[in-house]
């Protein structure tokens, strides 16, 4: 499968591979972190969300993994779909009063059949 | 019902004319947001409501007014805009309080200034 160690704003892979995006994010004090993925067209969904005490979760064909030692976050896509491409959006939100949900850079996934 | 839902889908509208953007949830969300995306690029954050009450204002131009009349609705008020204000403009809702959970977007409305 495609993996990249950076963020990068476009990822192409082949339906059936294994996608990997990658986020870095900002806030030492941030302690839960979302991916949103957004159509085109569309709002962002919510895809799965992880929190500062864990450094894995797992859903249905998606992986977080959060690495916050170097502020790191990836999300895993198993056996991609067309139905995948889309801009992929790591979220965060600060342990912090007077904050919200801050969007980091987003990757556009286009997956071919 | 886990739905957000945003009118107008589409609005052209005069740098002269006063419009309104509208949000409404159902899901006794507590805390709503507008944010503003431009193409290509994530969400900004322009105002964060939490019981009904404005807590986060990040700056942004008067000419944008936000309003939030109960718990369930959440206007943006538009006038004098500038070309460069065009972009879609997504309003989303969460629970209140911790732990943080995820918020729900609209399907945003998409704002063309001319």
């Known amino acids: 499968g495609e993996s990249v160690g950076l963020h990068l704003p476009t990822l192409s892979v082949q339906e059936g591979d294994n996608s990997i995006i990658n986020c870095a994010y900002s806030?030492?004090?941030?302690?839960?972190f979302i991916w949103y993925k957004q159509e085109s067209g569309k709002g962002p969904q919510f895809i799965i969300d992880i929190r500062s005490n864990m450094d894995k979760r797992q859903g249905q064909r998606v992986t977080v993994l959060l690495n916050k030692t170097v502020k790191h976050l990836s999300l895993q896509i198993a056996a991609t779909q067309p139905g995948d491409s889309a801009v992929y959006f790591c979220a965060e939100i600060p342990n912090q009063a007077g904050t919200a949900l801050i969007f980091g850079k987003g990757t556009t996934l286009s997956v071919s059949s | 019902d886990t739905e957000v839902t945003q009118t107008p889908k589409h609005l052209v509208m005069g740098m002269t004319n006063k419009k309104s953007l509208k949000c409404e949830q159902h899901m006794g969300h507590r805390a709503m947001y507008w944010y503003k995306q431009k193409a290509k690029k994530p969400p900004e954050l322009m105002f964060v409501?939490?019981?009904?009450?404005?807590?986060i204002n990040e700056s942004v131009p008067s000419r944008f007014s936000p309003e939030c009349p109960n718990s369930s609705l959440l206007n943006l008020h538009l006038h004098a805009l500038q070309p460069e204000d065009s972009a879609l403009y997504l309003c989303?809702?969460?629970?209140?309080?911790?732990?943080?959970?995820?918020?729900?977007f609209g399907q945003g409305t998409r704002l063309t200034v001319v």
């Open positions: 409501y939490s019981y009904e009450k404005l807590s």
């Open positions: 806030n030492s004090a941030s302690d839960y």
């Open positions: 989303a809702s969460s629970q209140e309080g911790q732990p943080n959970t995820e918020a729900f």
